[in-house]
């Protein structure tokens, strides 16, 4: 199945599937730390990806992206 043009897809390597969650991330060596970078993960790379940003201590927060797009949702993605 071909994935909707116009939906996130997921940011592992390769990956065409449709993005389900959201992490956000920062660098400290190089963002301010309110800065949030986001990568976009599909079911199957979620905890792969959460862990190659926890191990380097940049991972912040995992949210589903239904949550992250609504009004509510955290902060800016930058």
Do not use: Q
């Not at 909707?4 to 065409?16: F, H, L, W, Y």
């Not at 389900?20 to 792969?48: D, M, S």
């Amino acid at each position: 199945m071909v994935p909707d043009p116009d939906s996130p897809i997921c940011s592992a390597k390769g990956c065409r599937a449709a993005a389900v969650w959201v992490l956000a991330w920062n660098n400290p060596k190089v963002h301010t730390p309110e800065r949030r970078k986001t990568w976009l993960a599909c079911k199957e790379h979620r905890e792969y990806l959460s862990k190659f940003l926890g191990v380097r201590g940049f991972l912040k927060d995992v949210v589903k992206l239904e949550d992250w797009e609504s009004p509510d949702a955290g902060p800016s993605t930058g």
